[in-house]
C-alpha cells in the first residue's frame, strides 16, 4: 500500500506562488508516475499535470502551462508543484496520486493512490 501526504496549501494572493509538496510511502516510488489533480467546489476533478517515473518527462494542462511545474526527487520519494502566477481560477483542492505504471496519464481513473488533499486559494 502507498500513501501520499500532501503539503503546502494555504492562501496567497493573485500573481503570487505557492510550492505543494507530496511525500509518498513505498520502495518503488521510482517506478511511479506522478500525477496532480485539483477539484474546486461544485467541480469535477481535472487534470493539472504528471511527470514520469524515469525520465522525468513532464506534462501539463494547457490552463496552467507555463505557469506550473512538477518536479520528483526519487531519492526522497517526493513530488512537488511549484505555481507560480496564481489565479483565482486556480482555487482548489489540490490532490497528487500515483499510478504504478511509469507513464502518465491525464485520468483520474488511471491513478491507483490518491492523497487527502490541500486547500490552494488564490483571493483577487
Known amino acids: 500500500q502507498v500513501q501520499l501526504v500532501e503539503s503546502g496549501g494555504g492562501l496567497v494572493q493573485a500573481g503570487g506562488s505557492l510550492r505543494l509538496s507530496c511525500a509518498t510511502s513505498?520502495?518503488?516510488?521510482?517506478?511511479?508516475?506522478m500525477g496532480w489533480f485539483r477539484q474546486a467546489p461544485g467541480k469535477e476533478r481535472e487534470f493539472v499535470g504528471a511527470i514520469r517515473g524515469s525520465p522525468f518527462i513532464t506534462y501539463y494542462a494547457d490552463s496552467v502551462k507555463g505557469r506550473f511545474t512538477i518536479s520528483r526527487d526519487n531519492a526522497k520519494n517526493t513530488v512537488y508543484l511549484q505555481m507560480n502566477s496564481l489565479k483565482p481560477d486556480d482555487t482548489a483542492v489540490y490532490y497528487c496520486?500515483?499510478?504504478?505504471?511509469?507513464?502518465?496519464?491525464?485520468?483520474?481513473?488511471?491513478?491507483?493512490?490518491w492523497g487527502q488533499g490541500t486547500q490552494v486559494t488564490v483571493s483577487s
Open positions: 513505498g520502495r518503488t516510488f521510482s517506478r511511479y508516475a
Open positions: 496520486a500515483a499510478r504504478e505504471r511509469p507513464y502518465y496519464s491525464t485520468k483520474v481513473y488511471d491513478y491507483d493512490y
